[in-house]
């Protein structure tokens, strides 16, 4: 039969809000995460990517925080476009999350 | 802007049957890898490959996949007996480092098995 995919979570901000995504990782000696957002139909775009002798790494409206302690990773977006809406995937050197639906609204 | 490319955009095959899909890397790239993403699932990765040789590979690319780069330009994945559970979107990739560094994806080619 078909298999059933993961529910995947859903953030659904208003546009102009910021944005923040969480993610999750195993692996208390890997040293390198990126995120990824996947647009319908497309595949994986590299947003921003960290190592981990960092703890924040900023970008263009975007920023990754990183908690080695509680292994913990975020995604924040500033001013939120309904360009953002998309999945979200945080990486650790090629192993990749689960992801979150980013949902804007107008 | 240089782009990975990928053919076919989609392709059905009936189970059983060999596939082929192949990837146009980043000219300058010397890292490739194959991922695959069942429909509402994650990305998995399949293999990395450098130098002409496979660098790494995960669980799911067992003796059904292998990788090849026949040319300068081309980089292929073929399965070599297909199953039904081998349906998925097919993510090629290219990064001029190795595993930590940006990678760049092709659009992907949607394998449905039938």
């Known amino acids: 039969g078909e298999s059933v995919g993961l529910h995947l979570p859903t953030l659904s901000v208003q546009e102009g809000d910021n944005s923040i995504i969480n993610c999750a990782y195993s692996n208390s000696a890997s040293d390198y995460f990126i995120w990824y957002k996947q647009e319908s139909g497309k595949g994986p775009q590299f947003i921003i990517d960290?190592?981990?002798?960092?703890d924040k790494r900023q970008g263009q409206r975007v920023t990754v925080l990183l908690n080695k302690t509680v292994k913990h990773l975020s995604l924040q977006i500033a001013a939120t476009q309904p360009g953002d809406s998309a999945v979200y995937f945080c990486?650790?050197?090629?192993?990749f999350g689960a992801g979150t639906i980013l949902r804007v609204k107008s | 802007e240089p782009e990975v490319t990928q053919t076919p955009s989609h392709q059905v095959t009936q189970m059983g049957q060999e596939v082929i899909l192949r990837c146009v890397p980043i000219?300058?790239?010397?890292?490739f890898y194959w991922y695959r993403q069942i429909l509402g699932q994650k990305v998995e990765f399949l293999v990395s490959f450098y130098n002409n040789e496979i660098s790494e590979k995960s669980e799911i690319f067992d003796d059904q996949f292998s990788v090849e780069r026949p040319d300068g330009s081309n980089f292929t994945l073929k399965i070599r007996s297909t199953k039904l559970e081998d349906s998925a979107m097919y993510f090629c990739a290219s990064s001029v480092q190795g595993a930590r560094g940006e990678q760049y994806f092709g659009p992907g080619t949607r394998l449905t098995v039938t």
């Open positions: 960290i190592r981990s002798n960092m």
């Open positions: 000219s300058n790239h010397l890292y």
């Open positions: 990486a650790e050197t090629g192993v």
